[in-house]
């Protein structure tokens, strides 16, 4: 994603990814890990899902991507 020399498709792809991540996560709070899950109360679904987001690996963000989309 650091790659500022990305075509549209990967700009879409990553774009897709982060989206359907953020949804993911915001409808399933329960599959963050536990620290993640303790800050909703004081932060919010969004602040956290988003911090939870960003600290991913990209590798571990397309895994989990995938994991999503097969299910």
């Given at each position: 994603?650091?790659?500022?020399?990305?075509?549209?498709?990967?700009?879409?792809?990553?774009?897709?990814?982060?989206e359907t991540l953020f949804d993911f996560y915001?409808?399933s709070p329960a599959d963050m890990p536990t620290?993640?899950?303790?800050?909703?109360?004081?932060?919010?679904?969004?602040?956290?899902?988003?911090?939870?987001?960003?600290?991913?690996?990209?590798?571990?963000?397309?895994?989990?991507?995938?994991?999503?989309?097969?299910?």
């Open positions: 994603v650091y790659n500022s020399s990305i075509d549209t498709v990967q700009e879409k792809l990553c774009r897709d990814t982060i915001k409808k620290f993640y899950q303790s800050l909703v109360a004081d932060w919010g679904i969004d602040r956290v899902v988003c911090d939870y987001i960003s600290g991913m690996t990209d590798n571990m963000a397309e895994n989990i991507f995938r994991k999503i989309k097969k299910d």
